[in-house]
């Protein structure tokens, strides 16, 4: 079946970066692009950025130009979202969602908890 | 920036009621409109796409409707595992961008 699985909870202090993964399974991993949302505590959701899989061409929200890089390894299936200089209001939970046959995004990752801490 | 405007923000319903929650978008995004339904803790669930289409395994109770900037996601029968939060999404043009949720509580 399809699905995306992100790795664990990440604990950061301001200026880290985290970088977080999400490995597919269940279908052609090319041929299919991953977003990356994030969620801040008690917030609703806040599209980052895209990756196509088949090239690595990706797109960003403005917002985090200079900050966000996506990229993908198509040996393991595992599309990475990497955020750096972190700050206090990166604390989110950060979700893969993969655009699978309705150009929505069709399935999620369970989520990853990132903490911003000093 | 396509700002997406979800009313109400929240709302009290009975189990059995009809619920209906609209999604206006500040620009015209055709049909590229997605409904979903998250509950506490866990990621979203895609419930619509193309602003009517259903998603795979999603029951019927759910629909939606609209084009243009108005639409709507209307529950026929609210059940007891439908309390959550709803949201909408443009994907008509980057950055993807999202409604700020409607909470479906227990009257």
Known sequence: QVQVVQSGAEVKKPGASVKVSCKASGYTFNSYYIHWVRQAPGQGLEWMGIINPSDSRTRNAQKFQGRLTVTRDTSTKTVYMELSSLRSEDTAVYYCALEYNTSSFDFWGQGTLVTVSS | ?107
């Open chain 2, 1 to 107: 920036d396509i700002q997406m405007t979800q009313s109400p923000s929240s709302l009290s319903a009975s189990v059995g009621d009809r619920v209906t929650i609209t999604c206006r978008a500040s620009q015209g995004i055709s049909n590229y409109l997605a409904w979903f339904q998250q509950k506490p803790g866990k990621a979203p669930k895609s419930l619509i796409y193309a602003a009517s289409s259903l998603q795979s395994g999603v029951p019927s109770k759910f629909s939606g409707s609209g084009s243009g900037t108005d639409f709507t996601l209307t529950i026929s029968s609210l059940q007891p595992e439908d309390f959550a939060t709803y949201y909408c999404q443009q994907y008509n043009d980057y950055p993807l961008t999202f409604g700020g949720g409607t909470k479906v509580e227990i009257k």
